[in-house]
């Protein structure tokens, strides 16, 4: 037993609450986005053409609005949804995760790394009647690596970390790391040089950045930051223009401004409330945590710098990663590379929020922590040292490092 996941936490989540300090009129903009976020587009609103799911919160539902993958994937219901004559992908199960697909190569051999949507919106009863377009082919999966969506909770911490405060802390003990095989690198802007830090690769600058794609790529909605269509077949396109976009006559925000605000004023997921004898064993747990080398990418705290928004402005932020690029060898390469990130290399994962997730890594395809630390020891990545330490761990000490994880 002392080497066996403990599992999700037990009891009602608290996640997914406002950051504490907000103003009111922060909060106000947090419940407006937080609506947003939750609603269900359909062709009017600009679902589509192409789309992987019909709403942001339909994916980011675990443990509450704005998390990762819930356990029953959704992207069943929406397959067929009003009609449509979409068929499941088999890379997709009822039982979960949510995922999306992106095709490593193109037919002549090219680099693509795309998202490659899942469905259309042809056969739906609100489509236009002369749309006919077909789904990608999926039966090559070797030319397929997927992603799972990244919980939200927190980012606006995350976004005020300054670049010198993340490059010092990658610089800490780094004749140890040397020593252990651990490298690490940042994620760059390719315009400012300054550090990216969303998504799987940190591929994405910004709250708004990562927003407007998603909303474009997964939904399909045409917004402010994104206002062209991925699949502009007329006889698909009848909406016109721009989606979502602020009305500037109105004075109304567009998705996009709300999103951002709503992940923006997202509170971290809060650590499990626990009896004296379960502190002690996290206690212990946290000890082996550091002492087993994960501290080493797993950063337990950085800090924000100054903001205009006094909630995020110099905080503690307990996110338990680096934000950095790190080679995680052959098992787990997806042979992308987005930006700086090569196709075995990923952004340390935070583990905040580890004891309500479901799916673990990119592509969701463990549940187990255990075997999920395993996966990290394979040719070529950096953590190979690491997984050797823990696994020459007493049972005990496994134990309580379990306990502990679970317990963020």
Known sequence: MAQIDPG???GPSTTGSPLSGLTAAELAFFEKGKDAFNEVDDVSKGLGPRFNLDGCGGCHSQPSLGGTSPQL???FAVATRMGALNRMPRFLQMDGPARVARRKRNLDGSADGGVHNLFVITGRTDAPAGCKIQQPDFSNLNNFSFRIPTPTFGLGLIEMITDSALRANLALKSDIKRMMGIGGRFNTNGNDGTITRFGWKAQNKSIGIFAGEAYNVEVGVTNDLFPQDREEDPACNQTGGVESASDLEKGEHGDIELFTLFMR??????SAQQSAQQSQTTALGRAVFESTGCAMCHTPVLKTGTSVYAALSQKDVPLYSDL???RMGQGLADGISQGDAQGDEFRTAPLWGLG???FFLHDGRSK???ETIRMHDSPG??????IRVFEGLSPDQKRDLLVFLRSL
């Open 381 to 386: 990545s950096e953590a190979r040292s690491v």
């Open 356 to 358: 309500e997730r479901i």
């Open 368 to 370: 187990d922590l255990v």
């Open 324 to 326: 950095a690029l790190h």
């Open 8 to 10: 999700l936490r037990k």
């Open 265 to 270: 004023f997202l509170a971290p997921p809060p």
């Open 73 to 75: 994937n959704p992207q």
